[in-house]
């Protein structure tokens, strides 16, 4: 009887623990989340896809759903989804960003200036507390390439000279 109650306690526990993991990413707009680092700064990271991109996909349901992802996510950044093919205007820092083309797969500006021209899908763009492009990343990321990406970003180790390579090879899951 005892040994049934410590189990039960202990499942209970462990729901517990998994269910205050495991959020979902609130996924902003561009100007939301430029709106909200002016009342809270925060790291923002945009996750630059298209509609057609495989890997987005896989990186949406795999990466971005990963409870440990989703929590650094939703606690240390604003994360944006911005659609590389979108074709609403944006605005920012007095710029008007559209996209102009005609048909399909036509590229925002946006897409172009915060991938510096480098177009690939998925890439993700991270920006610092006053807005300003700190890198991109292009490619697919696993959670376990995302979360010492992120780490690292969120500490701002890429100020302070700290080699990213050498980083992610000591980067120890959950303990940074």
Excluded at 15 to 42: C, D, G, H
Aim: glycine share 4%; hydrophobic share 40%.
């Amino acid at each position: 009887m005892k040994s049934l109650k410590l189990l039960t306690i202990i499942g209970i526990l462990s729901l517990t623990v998994y269910s205050s993991m495991a959020q979902e990413v609130k996924w902003y707009t561009f100007q939301e989340a430029i709106a909200l680092n002016q009342k809270a700064p925060r790291k923002i990271l945009i996750d630059v896809y298209t509609d057609w991109c495989g890997w987005c996909k896989v990186m949406d349901k795999e990466t971005f759903q990963n409870p440990l992802i989703a929590k650094i996510l939703s606690e240390k950044y604003y994360p944006v989804k911005f659609n590389a093919e979108s074709k609403e205007p944006i605005t920012f820092e007095g710029h008007t960003f559209t996209n102009e083309g005609q048909g399909n797969r036509s590229t925002h500006q946006l897409a172009v200036a915060l991938l510096n021209g480098k177009l690939s899908y998925p890439s993700i763009v991270f920006m610092n507390e006053k807005n300003q492009l700190i890198t991109a990343v292009p490619g697919f990321q696993k959670p376990d390439q995302m979360e010492p990406l992120l780490i690292y970003i969120w500490n701002s180790l890429y100020e302070k000279n700290v080699d990213f390579q050498e980083y992610s090879k000591n980067f120890i899951s959950g303990s940074n």
